[in-house]
Nanobody, 115 residues
Framework: QVQFVESGGGLVQPGGSLRLSCVASRFIFSIYTMGWYRQGPGKQRELVASITIGGSTNYADSVKGRFTITRDNAKNTVYLQMNSLKPEDTAGYFC?????????WGQGTQVTVSS
């Protein structure tokens, strides 16, 4: 079964930075667009960033200019560099493939932005 292991979250002050990692396994990572999703308290899970197999990226308006998604196909890993963090970025962060309808969510990594 497809597996995702997210890490790198934590507690950070507003304006701070974090780098999330997601290691994927049990599928051919290099042929899929990858995405980072987040789910805040009382909110639906949303796609915040994606990266195609060719390296093209797309971002939600709420994170554009602050977050950067990258991938390393040799390591089956997708990253999310998050800068200028805001309290509204507080959420559980997950990775998966946007074009897959039946998703297999990992445990996610919690990001809390608070002073």
């Amino acid at each position: 079964q497809v597996q995702f292991v997210e890490s790198g979250g934590g507690l950070v002050q507003p304006g701070g930075s974090l780098r999330l990692s997601c290691v994927a396994s049990r599928f051919i990572f290099s042929i899929y667009t990858m995405g980072w999703y987040r789910q805040g308290p009382g909110k639906q899970r949303e796609l915040v960033a994606s990266i195609t197999i060719g390296g093209s990226t797309n971002y939600a308006d709420s994170v554009k200019g602050r977050f950067t998604i990258t991938r390393d196909n040799a390591k089956n890993t997708v990253y999310l560099q998050m800068n200028s963090l805001k309290p509204e970025d507080t959420a559980g962060y997950f990775c998966e493939r946007p074009q897959i309808s039946q998703k297999s969510w990992g445990q996610g990594t919690q990001v809390t932005v608070s002073s």
